[in-house]
């Protein structure tokens, strides 16, 4: 029998599905965002409950912003929405919020709605949830090497280590597990610097249906896996 390995320390979800999913049902695709937002505290806590330490969640990427102005305006109104009502919620589980993204190019309201929940959770040990907003992975790695060269480096970063500290990511491991809903099989921008090693998983259910059970099954093909990360025979880093 293959040997089973640990639960993901940190798993990246691309919430796919929303859309499709409320079309399916003859509804507004602003219903599917409302019902995908809803399902977001169930998975968190779900996957809290799992020992997962950190969990990332691509809740707006830069190219949602060519989306109908309709559509970006009522994404935007339910993070605002939702990072009032998930407040407490958060702080009771002893979940921290890190946000990643160019935030602050979101709307006013919407970033210091983001930013107040982020600071009000601060303090939270048990959990860590890392919101993309407004995030692309290139943008990323521009906005990262303008920090490097403002910090007064004369010289470019000859390892990893002198340039990762300065992405969104800094101080977060890297995602061992990245899943998108949904059945599509790309990482459309989603931590392409920190992904170089991530387990991927495509399920094909849309998010506002991803259950805990999906999760679950997530969590067990990766523990079924071996990941050796360029060695022979290599076993889980985090064992």
């Not at 006013?108 to 982020?118: D, G, Q, V, Y």
């Not at 809903?181 to 931590?191: A, V, W």
Request: net charge positive; hydrophobic share 40%.
């Amino acid at each position: 029998m293959d040997s089973i390995g640990p639960i993901p320390l940190h798993v990246g979800l691309i919430m796919d599905g929303n859309g499709r999913w409320a079309e399916q049902r003859g509804k507004p695709r602003l219903y599917g965002h409302r019902r995908g937002a809803e399902n977001v505290r169930r998975i968190v806590t779900h996957a809290q409950s799992l020992g997962i330490r950190f969990l990332t969640l691509y809740a707006f990427s830069l190219e949602n912003n060519q989306r109908p102005a309709a559509e970006v305006n009522g994404l935007l109104s339910l993070f605002e929405l939702y990072a009032r009502r998930w407040l407490s919620q958060l702080l009771e589980q002893g979940i921290r919020i890190h946000l990643i993204g160019d935030v602050e190019a979101l709307r006013p309201s919407t970033a210091r709605a983001l930013r107040k929940l982020e600071d009000e959770t601060q303090k939270g040990e048990q959990m860590t949830v890392i919101l993309a907003a407004n995030y692309g992975g290139r943008d990323e790695v521009l906005r990262a090497m303008r920090r490097f060269w403002q910090s007064g480096a004369t010289k470019g970063p000859s390892r990893w280590e002198d340039f990762e500290k300065f992405l969104d990511t800094a101080g977060i491991p890297d995602p061992d597990l990245i899943l998108r809903s949904s059945g599509e099989m790309r990482l459309s921008h989603f931590l392409p610097l920190q992904s170089v090693y991530s387990e991927l998983y495509f399920p094909s259910v849309l998010w506002p249906d991803f259950s805990e059970r999906d999760l679950d099954e997530a969590v067990a093909v990766y523990r079924r896996r071996r990941r050796r990360f360029g060695r022979l025979g290599g076993r889980e880093m985090s064992e």
